[in-house]
């Protein structure tokens, strides 16, 4: 089948696959989407802990994004990890110049391993201006509070009020993702300026690295293909909720 829709994904790497670049690129291919890539960071991680970081130079990560966007049609960008706040400003310069392709961005500040995957001027970089070019930004509950400087959400409704402040802040959707919530059955919330619209599933006792890495390159697949946002973020729900049902580590 010949590759046409293509994603761009500027992230980092993890040695291991279980995340970041290769979880994205498998994502794609899952989709029938071309891959073009912007490796902002490369990284010595595993499943225990992230060990080491070397940042791309940010005119790097520049120049290689502007390579694929030049050379290819691009249906969407997928931003993932970005390793510091010059990457954020050079990836912010380059969205700039492509105004109407739809962004993802997966605010990638730890690893499940707990480490650090973003310091706090990277945090504030993404806050003040990645997060307003993208067109959803997709935080963990860990990530929704570290962005609005609160500690993390108890229930749903709190994580939604967070939600909403980053709305307030200029970001156009949020999902609201429940995967970290206590209760019986996930709901994530796909948080505008003007509605919130729930997702819910069966809670799986499964766990898996990169299902956020999974689930914000799913969405850019799928408005890639030009599908109205809610369906994009339903059929990338049902691709990690399947994901995590064949490959996930069983919890209990
Ligand atoms: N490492 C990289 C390079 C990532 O992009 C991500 C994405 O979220 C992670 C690690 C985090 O994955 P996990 O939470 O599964 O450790």
């Not at 590759?3 to 993890?14: E, R, W």
Request: with cysteine; charged share 20%.
């Amino acid at each position: 089948m010949a590759l046409t829709t293509k994603v761009l994904i500027v992230a980092g790497t993890d040695p291991t696959g279980g995340a970041g670049i290769v979880r994205d690129i498998e994502t794609a291919s899952y989709y029938g989407v071309k891959a073009s890539l912007a490796v902002t960071s490369v990284n010595v991680q595993d499943d225990r802990h992230v060990a080491q970081k070397m940042p791309v130079d940010a005119d790097i990560v520049e120049g290689q994004m502007l390579a694929a966007l030049k050379s290819n049609e691009i249906g969407a960008i997928k931003v993932g990890m970005t390793g510091n706040a010059s990457n954020v400003n050079a990836i912010c310069d380059v969205l700039l110049q492509f105004p109407t392709i739809p962004v993802v961005l997966d605010p990638v500040i730890t690893a499940s391993s707990g480490g650090a995957l973003a310091d706090d001027q990277t945090i504030q970089a993404i806050k003040n201006r990645l997060m307003t070019l993208s067109t959803i930004i997709t935080p963990n509950l860990a990530e929704l509070a570290r962005l609005n400087n609160r500690s993390c959400a108890l229930n749903h409704a709190e994580a939604i009020e967070q939600g909403k402040l980053l709305v307030n802040l200029g970001c156009s959707h949020v999902l609201v993702k429940g995967g970290h919530e206590k209760s019986q059955t996930s709901i994530d919330s796909l948080v505008s300026s003007h509605s919130i619209v729930d997702y819910s599933f069966e809670r799986l006792n499964a766990e898996m690295r990169g299902t956020g890495c999974a689930l914000s390159t799913a969405i850019a697949c799928n408005l890639a293909h030009k599908k109205p946002i809610t369906e994009c973020i339903r059929l990338a729900k049902e691709y990690v909720y399947h994901l995590l049902e064949k490959t996930g580590t069983k919890t209990e």
